[in-house]
């Protein structure tokens, strides 16, 4: 690489961060000038991503691998324009097969496609070849546990999420993801044990609460249960569910009048929901009852 590219290309790398279209101007002068430039490919490549220019890119790509056919890296790159795109996963996968050496970054991106196209079970084994090469980052555990929980194989995602812990001891996302898992296994204790670790680390929205509450009725805790299902209604007023998974335990515990309480409320922000809907009938029929009895 001569002087004059070299300096071209650190003219448009110092444009690129505060003027792009000059950056973009200098590389495509450069290579109409110097169509073997492999470098200005992949810089317009990265400013037009970056800008979410996904048509630009996939045309100063195909020019290069006119330049330089079978290149992996463009192939890669091609790949990564396609899988950015919703829908378009299966042009990736197209692309990241031609590629001859396989990377562990291909591997990782080919994994992501797959899932996009619900084939989890193919992504989790490229996946696991992987593993060792980005377990420096509590998303490669993440990932790889929440493919073991789409496909219900929860032994196998608490296995990956407690080396996850392990290594991260303090992350929010990997204590709830264990909470998840274990509620589903219904082992309420455990559950609550990461449900509560989440809450203390940091998880704290209204689906979040109603989790947690929901896990606290299931162990028969029924005033945390009652006290998290209003913490989750504090957080969001608009979460319908918690104001009906509360009003099903008044009702449950004869409390009538604050399962009415938290209908009504739930009915004048959703008149139209089924569910509350069912509930207040539910809970008009116990009225009637009783005033029978009397």
Same mark, same amino acid.
């Given at each position: 690489?001569?002087?004059?590219?070299?300096?071209?290309?650190?003219?448009a790398?110092h444009?690129?961060?505060k003027n792009?279209?000059?950056?973009?101007?200098?590389?495509?002068?450069?290579?109409?000038?110097?169509?073997?430039?492999?470098?200005?490919?992949?810089?317009?490549?990265?400013?037009?991503m970056?800008?979410?220019?996904f048509k630009?890119?996939?045309?100063?790509i195909a020019?290069?691998?006119?330049?330089?056919?079978?290149?992996?890296?463009?192939?890669?790159l091609?790949?990564?324009?396609?899988?950015?795109?919703k829908?378009?996963?299966?042009?990736?996968?197209?692309?990241?097969?031609?590629?001859?050496?396989?990377t562990?970054?291909?591997?990782f991106n080919?994994?992501?496609?797959?899932?996009?196209?619900?084939r989890?079970?193919e992504?989790?084994?490229?996946?696991?070849?992987?593993?060792?090469?980005?377990?420096?980052?509590?998303?490669t555990?993440t990932f790889?546990?929440?493919? /073991?929980?789409?496909l %219900?194989e929860w032994?196998?995602?608490?296995s990956? #999420?407690?080396? @996850?812990? *392990?290594n991260?001891? &303090? =992350?929010?996302?990997?204590a709830l993801?264990?909470?998840?898992?274990?509620d589903?296994?219904?082992?309420w204790?455990?559950?609550?044990?990461?449900?509560?670790k989440?809450?203390r680390?940091?998880?704290?929205?209204a689906?979040?609460?109603?989790?947690?509450a929901?896990?606290?009725?299931n162990?028969?805790?029924?005033d945390k249960a009652?006290?998290?299902y209003?913490t989750?209604?504090?957080?969001n007023i608009?979460?319908?569910k918690?104001?009906?998974?509360?009003?099903k335990? /008044?009702?449950a515990? %004869?409390?009538f009048?604050?399962a009415?309480?938290y #209908?009504?409320? @739930?009915q *004048?922000?959703?008149p &139209? =929901?089924?569910?509350?809907?069912?509930a207040?009938?539910r809970?008009r029929r116990?009225?009637?009852?009783?005033?029978k009895k009397?």
């Open positions: 690489m001569d002087n004059y590219i070299k300096a071209k290309l650190l003219e790398e444009h690129g961060k792009w279209l000059l950056a973009e101007e200098i590389l495509q002068e450069l290579i109409a000038e110097y169509p073997d430039t492999f470098k200005a490919y992949e810089m317009l490549y990265y400013i037009y970056k800008h979410r220019l630009k890119a996939e045309k100063i020019k290069g691998l006119l330049e330089f056919p079978d290149d992996s890296q463009l192939n890669f091609m790949g990564n324009v396609y899988l950015t795109q829908g378009k996963a299966h042009k990736a996968l197209e692309w990241y097969s031609k590629i001859r050496i396989e562990p970054e291909m591997l080919k994994s992501v496609a797959l899932v996009y196209l619900d989890r079970k992504a989790v084994t490229f996946f696991k070849e992987i593993m060792p090469y980005f377990n420096n980052l509590v998303s555990y790889l546990a929440e493919q /073991y929980v789409a %219900k032994d196998n995602a608490i990956v #999420l407690i080396s @996850a812990e *392990k991260f001891p &303090l =992350n929010k996302e990997v993801l264990l909470a998840k898992c274990y589903n296994k219904r082992n204790i455990q559950a609550f044990i990461y449900f509560d989440a809450a680390l940091g998880c704290d929205s689906e979040f609460y109603n989790d947690f929901h896990c606290c009725y162990m028969g805790d029924i009652i006290g998290h209003k989750s209604i504090q957080k608009f979460f319908i918690s104001y009906i998974d509360l009003s335990i /008044y009702i515990e %004869k409390d009048n604050s009415k309480k #209908l009504h409320i @739930a *004048k922000i959703d &139209l =929901n089924i569910y509350i809907t069912l207040s009938e809970l116990i009225f009637n009852k009783d005033e009397k």
